[in-house]
């Protein structure tokens, strides 16, 4: 096996009478940006937490490299780890923290300096870390990950608090970690930020996979043989394509026509038979979903926690998405 793999196998964990994971099986192989993704409380934080022995698990196994973390003997030269940015003391300065973090583990000094320059805090390096802001800590807490060198990352929503500067550098330096041939897991509610940077998705819900499978393909599954059509006459083109065993739906105002979704045709096919029946159209375009529609399809009857959509407003995925927010 791979010393650049997690692999977990039937994890099991039960808190009080809530079964937090309920057979969790994948693999993160590398040289790839591995996705992690569910709705609060499907499981992400306590799988991690047992991948790195924080919690135990009552059934499974959960490895990297092939062993378990605790019996590694320098574990930061097999897996770096971001859980939680804060967990710092926040008297001592950034380089400090990394110094104290590298003799544990037996590295050198020099080595300090080379991931504090690689994440872009050289000139913060001796100010105290308790003035760092939200994405400063980040950082700081991937320069920890980064010390052994280790061919295993796991990042726990490392795009918060980043600045737009820094969500650019964080997605650049993600796919340069895979890149080296390092597995990469990252667990993040930003679906926009996961759809440039993931190559594969591990979607989860109420403690069990959901879905295994690489972002092009679930995108392709997801976005189906939908057809986007507008044009001035969308009565006319919605008989037309109905009689052709098509399910159309959609809004007939808008600027520039109506515009319609045409499923059971391809956009090829759209095209001829509206042309044959000279029913005037502006765009007919094969429909692309997004990482965001593709995931909330998924999770559907997933998710624990779910607000009212506001009075007079469907409940739409971004306004699902807005109401919830990053909490865990």
Do not use: C
Not at 19 to 28: H, I, K, R
Not at 47 to 74: F, K, N, Q
């Amino acid at each position: 096996m791979s010393e650049a793999t997690i692999e977990v196998s039937g994890l099991r964990k039960r808190f009080g009478s809530t079964m937090a994971l309920d057979g969790m099986s994948f693999t993160v192989r590398p040289g790839q940006v591995t996705g992690f993704v569910g709705p609060n409380g499907a499981g992400k934080s306590t799988t991690m937490r047992v991948i790195l022995g924080l919690d135990e698990a009552e059934a499974g196994s959960a490895l990297v490299g092939g062993r378990a973390y605790a019996s590694l003997r320098r574990p930061l030269r097999h897996l770096g780890s971001l859980l939680d940015a804060a967990a710092l003391q926040p008297g001592r300065t950034g380089r400090n923290h990394l110094l104290w973090l590298a003799y544990s583990q037996g590295l050198p000094a020099a080595r300090v300096d080379t991931v504090l320059e690689r994440v872009g805090l050289q000139t913060a390096a001796r100010r105290k870390a308790g003035g760092y802001s939200l994405g400063m800590r980040q950082r700081l807490g991937i320069a920890a990950a980064l010390l052994g060198d280790p061919p295993v990352l796991m990042l726990d929503e490392p795009f918060n608090g980043m600045d737009p500067e820094g969500i650019v550098w964080m997605r650049g330096f993600l796919r340069s970690l895979a890149a080296q041939g390092r597995a990469v897991l990252v667990s993040s509610h930003l679906m926009s930020e996961l759809q440039d940077t993931a190559g594969h998705l591990v979607v989860v819900g109420r403690g069990k996979v959901i879905a295994d499978t690489s972002v092009t393909e679930l995108l392709a599954a997801s976005s189906g043989d939908r057809v986007t059509l507008r044009t001035t006459a969308p009565a006319g083109a919605a008989t037309v394509l109905e009689r052709a065993g098509a399910a159309v739906s959609g809004d007939g105002d808008g600027d520039g026509g109506g515009q319609l979704t045409v499923t059971g045709l391809v956009a090829e096919q759209v095209v001829a038979m509206l042309a044959a029946a000279a029913v005037p159209f502006s765009e007919v375009s094969a429909h692309r979903a997004s990482l965001e529609e593709a995931y909330f399809e998924l999770t559907r009857d997933a998710a624990e926690f779910q607000a009212a959509p506001p009075p007079g407003n469907p409940a739409t995925p971004s306004a699902r998405a807005n109401a919830e927010g990053a909490a865990r």
